[in-house]
T-cell receptor
Framework: DQQVKQNSPSLSVQEGRISILNCDYT??????FLWYKKYPAEGPTFLIS?????DKNEDGRFTVFLNKSAKHLSLHIVPSQPGDSAVYFC??????????????FGKGTLLTVNP | EPEVTQTPSHQVTQMGQEVILRCVPI?????FYWYRQILGQKVEFLVS????????KSEIFDDQFSVERPDGSNFTLKIRSTKLEDSAMYFC????????????FGPGTRLTVL
């Protein structure tokens, strides 16, 4: 049941360039999307999020774009830095009422930023 | 900065044994979660917990699993009779009232079932 898909298992970019990580989803009922970053031997760390009613959210070097008609979102990192090298997970939430905000994750994309 | 902590970092057990994974969520958070990641696979939702009860559980979370918040700070995941396929990283997460969905994760417990 791959409701959230990250089709690129890895991405390699040069320091200073733009990194673009992509994510597709199949469930049109998702209300909120998030990106998490994960270093080895650590838990996922929240990076940036976007509501389904918006198409862009920016936070410093990180920008998330949402294209609802295409069921596609992307994370842009500009400029990329070696410390950004990590696994990036796309995740989605469907508000089902009550008190649950469970995350549905993609498989992740390993970003390597080369000095 | 407040953080979610988990113990132990690595647990090795024999098949059929019971294990308890422990988590201390961020102190003013009200929503608690367990996720797991089998090696090479995606992070999967197991269970969510709010107001001292399970709010949702996945198909994975069968009768062998249980969660408890025994006091005001700890949140535990118990697996009664472990199976080989339970070997995974188990992540605890918590969420406060603020924010739309951001959850804060602990560093994980690596469970190895032999």
């Amino acid at each position: 049941d791959q409701q959230v898909k990250q089709n690129s298992p890895s991405l390699s970019v040069q320091e200073g360039r733009i990194s673009i990580l992509n994510c597709d989803y199949t469930n049109s009922m998702f209300d909120y999307f998030l990106w998490y970053k994960k270093y080895p031997a650590e838990g996922p760390t929240f990076l940036i999020s976007i509501s389904s009613i918006k198409d862009k959210n920016e936070d410093g070097r990180f920008t998330v774009f949402l294209n609802k008609s295409a069921k596609h979102l992307s994370l842009h990192i500009v400029p990329s830095q070696p410390g950004d090298s990590a696994v990036y997970f796309c995740a989605a939430i469907r508000y089902s009422g009550g008190s649950n905000y469970k995350l549905t994750f993609g498989k992740g994309t390993l970003l390597t930023v080369n000095p | 900065e407040p953080e979610v902590t988990q113990t132990p970092s690595h647990q090795v057990t024999q098949m059929g044994q019971e294990v308890i994974l422990r988590c201390v969520p961020i102190s003013n958070h009200l929503y608690f979660y367990w996720y797991r990641q089998i090696l090479g696979q995606k992070v999967e939702f197991l269970v969510s917990f709010y107001n001292n009860e399970i709010s949702e559980k996945s198909e994975i979370f069968d009768d062998q699993f249980s969660v408890e918040r025994p006091d005001g700070s700890n949140f535990t995941l118990k697996i009664r009779s472990t199976k080989l396929e339970d070997s995974a990283m188990y992540f605890c997460a918590s969420k406060g009232l603020a924010g739309a969905g951001e959850q804060f994760f602990g560093p994980g417990t690596r469970l190895t079932v032999l």
